[in-house]
């Protein structure tokens, strides 16, 4: 069964970088659409990005366009988040999320996608 594991969260000051991690095991995902939300206490969950199977078609929620940048490496069945000039608005759980759907959705916020990790908790604070 496919699992997802996320990596790499924790605690950054302000204006500092984080890259989480998010390897998958049980069968590949070199067809899937990978992606990663997040959820804040009291706030609704939001996408935060979107990379299709190739890697030809990416999207960026609005909050973090020009400072999150969303790869893969499909040999290592792997997918990242690099996340810079961190914020405290930024702190929240991140999760990791993959559906066989290949291209990603057109509004990832409605989309529910097929797998998902357990979330990894990045804090932006000083």
């Known amino acids: 069964q496919l699992q997802l594991v996320e990596s790499g969260g924790g605690l950054v000051q302000p204006g500092g970088s984080l890259t989480l991690s998010c390897v998958g095991s049980?069968?590949?995902?070199?067809?899937?659409?990978r992606a990663w939300f997040r959820q804040a206490p009291g706030k609704e969950r939001e996408g935060v990005s979107c990379i299709s199977s190739s890697g030809s078609s990416i999207i960026y929620a609005d909050s973090v366009k020009d400072r999150f940048i969303i790869s893969r490496d499909n040999a290592k069945n792997t997918a990242y988040l690099q996340m810079n000039s961190l914020n405290p608005e930024d702190t929240a759980i991140y999760y990791c999320?993959?559906?066989?759907?290949?291209?990603?959705?057109?509004?990832?916020?409605?989309?529910?996608?097929?797998?998902w990790g357990r979330g990894a908790q990045v804090t932006v604070s000083s």
């Open positions: 049980g069968f590949s995902l070199d067809y899937y659409a």
């Open positions: 999320a993959a559906d066989p759907s290949r291209s990603c959705p057109a509004d990832i916020a409605i989309y529910l996608f097929a797998f």
